[in-house]
């Protein structure tokens, strides 16, 4: 139990704390757009695709956002949350090992080939009388 909730505990913060390194990473920094990173050319395609701009609430400009001016609060706790259990899903997840193969047989315990089999007698379940 104390493990799960560790790993609930670093999923969470790892979560909230990956957003602004992976946005900077990326190119949607503090300061705009980096020039030839992936955000600008993103935003390039975006441009292309809307006529010359970036339209208001697109993933573009969302991210931009973002990268600008960092994550609201609401958004960071349910960030945390959700790193949470999915850090509480893997620190639960128990590695399972195949048990050791079994121990060959000697061979007195094993049957052979020419081993007869006992079957029971024929009976003929009506008798010879009956049938004339």
């Known amino acids: 139990m104390l493990k799960r909730a560790a790993a609930a505990a670093i999923g969470g ?3 909230v ?3 602004p390194v992976v946005l900077n990473v990326v190119g949607f920094t503090g300061a705009g757009i980096a020039a030839s990173s992936l955000a600008a050319k993103m935003m390039s395609a975006a441009a292309i695709a809307n006529g010359g701009g970036v339209a ?3 993933l573009v400009a969302t991210l931009q956002s973002v990268g600008a001016a960092g994550l609201s609060t609401s958004s960071n706790i349910l960030l945390a949350s959700v790193g949470s259990a999915f850090g509480a899903w893997l620190g639960g997840s128990k590695e399972t090992t195949p048990p050791p193969p079994a121990e060959p047989k000697t061979e007195e315990e094993q049957p052979g080939e020419n081993v007869p089999q006992v079957e029971s007698p024929n009976t003929p379940l009506e008798s010879e009388e009956d049938e004339k």
């Open 13 to 15: 913060a790892l979560a």
């Open 17 to 19: 704390g990956a957003v």
């Open 56 to 58: 208001a609430g697109s």
